[in-house]
């Protein structure tokens, strides 16, 4: 199962790429640089798992998945997308742990748990949880202001924007 990780992990950094780029083509600097940081997270996760897989000497490949042109409309659906994908992988990380333990794997679960990514201080399922956490409360700022009308949604999501620099810039 952490094969199928490492390949999700390495897919989901490509997808915060391709909203990376939604945002920069709106000028959107503070939402460009947080999925900058979500896609390098997920870097992040696909080598703390190549990491794990070397040191126990197990084979791999990386299975990178065709991405479809992933097309947005507006910012209330790449919230909506960044939510439910932080929220399928955490899914998909408590399966392996659920897996390892059913296989007597303790060194995996400990892994999982326990061992931090890089600087984080914090374990690949805990930095997870916290990632999910994160994306809701995103969703939950860009949805608090949104209404209907073009306009004002845009002031509140530029409003968003500059909170978002000033969070990654602080």
Do not use: C
Not at 66 to 76: G, M, R, T, Y
Not at 145 to 162: A, T
């Amino acid at each position: 199962m952490l094969q199928n990780q490492l390949s999700h992990e390495y897919t989901n950094q490509s997808k915060y790429r391709n909203v990376q780029a939604y945002f920069s083509a709106l000028n959107l600097e503070g939402f460009y640089k947080y999925f900058e940081e979500q896609a390098k997270g997920e870097y992040g996760h696909y080598e703390h798992i190549i990491s794990y897989l070397d040191q126990k000497n197990a084979p791999y490949k990386v299975a990178v998945e065709a991405l479809e042109p992933i097309e947005f409309n507006n910012v209330k659906d790449i919230v909506d997308f960044y939510y439910n994908t932080e929220i399928g992988t955490t899914q998909l990380l408590y399966a392996i742990a659920k897996q390892a333990k059913a296989e007597g794997d303790e060194g995996t679960v400990s892994w999982l748990y326990n061992v931090p990514i890089g600087d984080t201080n914090l374990s690949l399922i805990n930095e997870q949880t916290e990632e999910e956490d994160a994306a809701l409360i995103l969703k939950q700022k860009v949805m608090d202001g949104l209404g209907d009308n073009d306009q004002l949604n845009m002031q509140w999501i530029r409003h968003v924007d500059k909170m978002l620099l000033k969070q990654l810039e602080g």
